[in-house]
T-cell receptor, first 111, second 111 residues
Framework: TQLLEQSPQFLSIQEGENLTVYCNSSSVFSSLQWYRQEPGEGPVLLVTVVTGGEVKKLKRLTFQFGDARKDSSLHITAAQPGDTGLYLC???????????FGQGTRLTINP | DVKVTQSSRYLVKRTGEKVFLECVQDMDHENMFWYRQDPGLGLRLIYFSYDVKMKEKGDIPEGYSVSREKKERFSLILESASTNQTSMYLCASIDHTYEQYFGPGTRLTVT
């Protein structure tokens, strides 16, 4: 069974600080995704990383896929209160387009 | 604008009741999923369906069943609700790029 472990589980920082969230596995994934979930809503896809070593940027968010395709990180520069939410990583597992999800990182940015 | 809708945002049911959670997607996706989300456990797959009338058990199917009579609609059924089924339930469909589109969730409380 492929598992994804996220760290930290909780992170509370001040506006303007930088942070990194990690998603690790002992298994190789063909791709990894990052979702953000706001309170009372379902998760929304932020990015998919496909190639080992790949780096993708979405404004202040930088996503990296490990060279061995077993891990990924999300770095946020100059965090803002609007970045608050639950961040989930996910990767394909088995067939029928199933995904396995990490347990999530709950991020709080304080003004 | 793609959309996955769920029949209720909040539900309160009594132990032993039969509960129906409905999900509809307008994207003509083949595959649909039901997850439950609990703090610290991430999203856990209950059932998924890869075609009309086709279904497969996920990781935690006990106490649940599903129905997919039409492509756009996927229902989750709690045959006899129990307090340990109090949770957030998320429905999703998936496109060919493995992006999952989630509904807003149903927060179910069983008393």
């Amino acid at each position: 069974t492929q598992l994804l472990e996220q760290s930290p589980q909780f992170l509370s920082i001040q506006e303007g600080e930088n942070l990194t969230v990690y998603c690790n596995s002992s298994s190789v994934f063909s791709s990894l995704q990052w979702y953000r979930q706001e309170p009372g809503e379902g998760p929304v896809l932020l990015v998919t990383v496909v190639t080992g070593g790949e780096v993708k940027k979405l404004k202040r968010l930088t996503f990296q896929f490990g060279d061995a395709r077993k891990d990924s990180s999300l770095h946020i520069t100059a965090a803002q209160p609007g970045d608050t939410g639950l961040y989930l990583c996910a990767g394909p597992t088995g067939g029928a387009q199933k995904l396995v999800f990490g347990q999530g990182t709950r991020l709080t940015i304080n003004p | 604008d793609v959309k996955v809708t769920q029949s209720s945002r909040y539900l309160v049911k009594r132990t032993g009741e039969k509960v129906f959670l409905e999900c509809v997607q307008d994207m003509d996706h083949e595959n649909m999923f039901w997850y439950r989300q609990d703090p610290g456990l991430g999203l856990r797959l209950i059932y998924f369906s890869y075609d009309v009338k086709m279904k497969e058990k996920g990781d935690i199917p006990e106490g649940y069943s599903v129905s997919r009579e039409k492509k756009e609609r996927f229902s989750l059924i709690l045959e006899s609700a129990s307090t340990n089924q109090t949770s957030m339930y998320l429905c999703a469909s998936i496109d060919h790029t493995y992006e999952q589109y989630f509904g807003p969730g149903t927060r179910l409380t069983v008393t």
